[in-house]
């Protein structure tokens, strides 16, 4: 089992910054990409960006150049810093890692963390 927990959402307003937070606790060991997905009212839920155990990035089109994502040498946390905050990226953002054990791979999800982008 992989647990995760995401901090650091709110409210900023347009051309900010956050960082978000998520914590990975339980297999840690077993775990093969972390990354940030997001889903605004009404919208299917979408990846923002991911790393994965080798260090590889991926972004989507829409932040590339403005979120970053980053992990702890420890691998148990990952981090997303947001600048240029535009409105469209309000939404709730939700952790993810993907981790695989005895040939099997699973899905963990955190709880999800309110970015709001308003003036």
């Excluded at 297999?27 to 972390?34: E, L, V």
């Excluded at 155990?53 to 981090?79: E, H, M, P, Q």
């Excluded at 939404?91 to 999800?109: I, P, T």
């Amino acid at each position: 089992q992989v647990r995760l927990v995401e901090s650091g959402g709110g409210l900023v307003q347009p051309g900010g910054s956050l960082r978000l937070s998520c914590a990975a606790s339980g297999n840690i060991f077993s775990i093969n990409a972390m990354g940030w997905y997001r889903q605004a009212p009404g919208e299917e839920r979408e990846l923002v960006a991911a790393i994965t155990k080798g260090g590889s990035t991926n972004y989507a089109d829409s932040v590339k150049g403005r979120f970053t994502i980053s992990r702890n040498n420890a691998k148990d946390t990952v981090l997303l810093q947001m600048n240029s905050l535009k409105p469209e990226d309000t939404a709730v953002y939700y952790c993810h890692a993907r981790w695989g054990v005895f040939g099997h791979e699973y899905d963990s999800w955190g709880q999800g963390t309110q970015v709001t982008v308003s003036s």
